[in-house]
């Protein structure tokens, strides 16, 4: 049964950073391309960042371009997104996904002042 843990999201002011982890279970973690996602209520959920199996490709989004870095630990079946210099607009809810399967619960992030 595939599973998708998300987990450090938070509040934080503009400028400041987080680090948010996937844990997977339930399929070959290192056979899979691994995305980031994010959904704000009312719009569609909008790709983030992306990463290939072995980690040696990553693609972001040009709104998060210079400022999140996507990144994997296959040893661990974890993914993970480290945002730094937040905006107010990167407040939504944070999805991992493998590409197949059910989607995580997401983790909210939040930059207010």
């Known amino acids: 049964q595939v599973q998708l843990v998300e987990s450090g999201g938070g509040m934080v002011q503009p400028g400041g950073s987080l680090r948010l982890s996937c844990v997977a279970s339930g399929f070959t973690f290192n056979n899979f391309v691994m995305t980031w996602f994010r959904q704000v209520p009312g719009k569609e959920r909008e790709l983030v960042a992306q990463?290939?199996?072995?980690?040696?490709?990553?693609y972001y989004h040009d709104s998060v371009k210079g400022r999140f870095t996507i990144s994997r630990e296959n040893a661990k079946n974890t993914c993970y997104l480290q945002m730094d210099n937040l905006k107010s607009e990167d407040t939504a809810v944070y999805y991992c996904?493998?590409?197949?399967?059910?989607w995580g619960q997401g983790t909210q992030v939040t930059v207010s002042s």
């Open positions: 990463i290939s199996t072995t980690g040696s490709t990553t």
């Open positions: 996904w493998a590409g197949f399967g059910a």
